[in-house]
């Protein structure tokens, strides 16, 4: 099980191909991993939601999410050369 105090972060970006490709590729190396995805326009930071104070027009969509994947501190070397590697 991967908890807060045996994970690494692998990647940390908002291209959500990539991702995917991050999540693949450690499924297909059968590394286990875990993943948290951040709304950076939901997030409440004192007077309400950023979308509820400055509205999403002109705001990139693509940009909205931000992903983080974690692997056991164990296997993180692996992954990292795994991730590289393809």
């Given at each position: 099980m991967i908890t807060i105090f045996n994970r690494a972060s692998v990647y940390i970006g908002?291209?959500?191909k990539e991702f995917a490709r991050v999540r693949q590729t450690l499924?297909?190396?059968?590394?286990?991993?875990?993943y948290k995805v951040k709304n950076q326009m939901g997030q409440w930071t004192g007077s309400g939601t950023l979308r509820g104070r400055t509205g999403s027009l002109g705001q990139d969509s693509s940009l909205q999410?931000?992903?983080e994947v974690?692997?056991?501190?164990?296997?993180?070397d692996?992954?990292?050369?795994l991730l590289r590697k393809n």
């Open positions: 908002r291209d959500m499924a297909q190396e059968q590394i286990g991993y875990t999410y931000e992903y974690f692997v056991r501190s164990k296997d993180r692996k992954a990292m050369y």
